[in-house]
């Protein structure tokens, strides 16, 4: 029998091993592929319907065992099955990879100093946007926008593009001065070994 593909008769099979009664049978089979789906989707998997149709067909191609051998609950072996369709499709599609941890006190204080020297090499008028434009917090950080819009005669459009555009300068600059700063480091590493 195809897995991908059950007969109609494997499928009476399986409704019938789930409940005597057609009806019961047939809601049996929903709440369980309903269950499939969620436990799919809890676990990250993009395609968690597929995944659930495939553990659905994966139990009724077995179905003839199944109702000579096993013993329990059928959702248990359905939910059994489903683990190693889980883990077939981990191998499939490994997770990505953990996001590196957030930067360390000394790190920040490193970037902020990165920073600061990248802000002063900005021209005084730029320097004075780009911090006016981060001054605030929520609704106080709004009007201070429009404020700033206001008194260079652009629009908020046109003020976020400067800050762009002034942000990735800043970027630059401060990816720039990293690298100043590791490449002694990796000489010294080069020099040991």
Same mark, same amino acid.
Request: positive net charge; aromatic residues 8%.
């Given at each position: 029998m195809?897995k991908?593909?059950?007969?109609?008769?494997?499928?009476?099979?399986?409704?019938?091993?789930?409940?005597?009664?057609?009806?019961?049978a047939?809601?049996?089979?929903?709440?369980?592929?309903?269950?499939?789906?969620?436990?799919?989707?809890?676990?990250?998997?993009?395609?968690? &319907?597929?995944?659930?149709?495939q553990?659905?067909?994966?139990?009724?191609?077995?179905?003839?065992?199944?109702?000579?051998n096993?013993?329990?609950?059928?959702?248990?072996?359905?939910y059994?099955?489903?683990?190693?369709?889980?883990?077939?499709?981990?191998?499939?599609?490994?997770?990505?990879?953990v996001?590196?941890?957030?930067?360390?006190?000394?790190?920040?204080d490193?970037?902020?100093?990165? !920073?600061?020297?990248? !802000?002063? @090499? @900005?021209?005084?008028?730029?320097r004075?946007?780009?911090?006016r434009? @981060?001054?605030?917090?929520k609704?106080?950080k709004?009007?201070?926008?429009?404020?700033l819009?206001?008194? !260079?005669?652009?629009?908020?459009?046109?003020l976020?593009?400067?800050v762009?555009?002034i942000?990735?300068?800043?970027?630059?600059?401060?990816?720039?001065l990293?690298? &100043?700063?590791t490449?002694?480091?990796?000489?010294?590493?080069?020099?040991?070994?």
């Amino acid at each position: 029998m195809d897995k991908d593909n059950p007969t109609q008769e494997a499928f009476d099979k399986l409704l019938r091993w789930l409940d005597p009664d057609r009806d019961r049978a047939g809601e049996k089979y929903v709440k369980i592929r309903f269950r499939l789906v969620r436990i799919f989707s809890a676990r990250g998997c993009c395609t968690p &319907e597929d995944l659930a149709d495939q553990t659905l067909n994966v139990v009724t191609s077995k179905i003839d065992w199944l109702i000579e051998n096993y013993v329990g609950d059928p959702a248990l072996y359905f939910y059994g099955v489903a683990k190693n369709i889980y883990r077939e499709y981990l191998k499939k599609n490994p997770r990505p990879p953990v996001p590196p941890p957030d930067p360390t006190p000394p790190e920040l204080d490193e970037t902020c100093g990165y !920073l600061e020297e990248c !802000l002063n @090499q @900005q021209p005084p008028a730029d320097r004075d946007v780009a911090l006016r434009y @981060q001054e605030g917090e929520k609704h106080e950080k709004i009007k201070n926008r429009k404020k700033l819009a206001e008194e !260079l005669k652009i629009t908020l459009n046109a003020l976020r593009i400067r800050v762009c555009h002034i942000h990735s300068r800043l970027r630059i600059c401060i990816e720039a001065l990293m690298r &100043e700063a590791t490449a002694p480091k990796r000489l010294d590493r080069e020099r040991h070994i």
